[in-house]
């Protein structure tokens, strides 16, 4: 069984930062993309970032381009989300998700992709 467990969040000035990390069970991490999303009270959930299964290409959504970066460490079996130059409007549950199939040309941007969830991670800045 497919497992991810986010940690990292908390609160935070604006213009300060935090990572978020995501750490996956239940299989070989090593083969299978990753994304991060996040979700504002009252709002529908939001592309954040995303990784190919090597790690090699990225993606993001255009409010965090320039401030976020996503890595993974396989051998660790986790993803990060670096986030910098935090504002206000970043306040969101942060999830990190991971697709059913392994492998992948593309790098996938879309909820619909993902088929497991983590639980979600708090990240709250303040003005």
Not at 34 to 63: C, L, N
Not at 101 to 112: F, H, L, Q, T
Request: net charge positive.
């Amino acid at each position: 069984q497919v497992q991810l467990v986010e940690s990292g969040g908390g609160l935070v000035q604006a213009g300060g930062s935090l990572r978020l990390s995501c750490t996956a069970s239940g299989r070989t991490f090593s083969m299978y993309p990753m994304g991060w999303f996040r979700q504002a009270p009252g709002k529908e959930r939001e592309f954040v970032a995303a990784i190919s299964w090597r790690g090699g290409s990225t993606y993001y959504g255009d409010s965090v381009k320039g401030r976020f970066t996503i890595s993974r460490d396989n051998a660790k079996n986790t993803v990060y989300l670096q986030m910098n130059s935090l504002k206000p409007e970043d306040t969101a549950v942060y999830y990190c998700a991971t697709r059913r199939s392994p492998y992948g040309g593309v790098v996938y941007r879309g909820d619909y992709d993902y088929d497991y969830w983590g639980q979600g991670t708090q990240v709250t800045v303040s003005s």
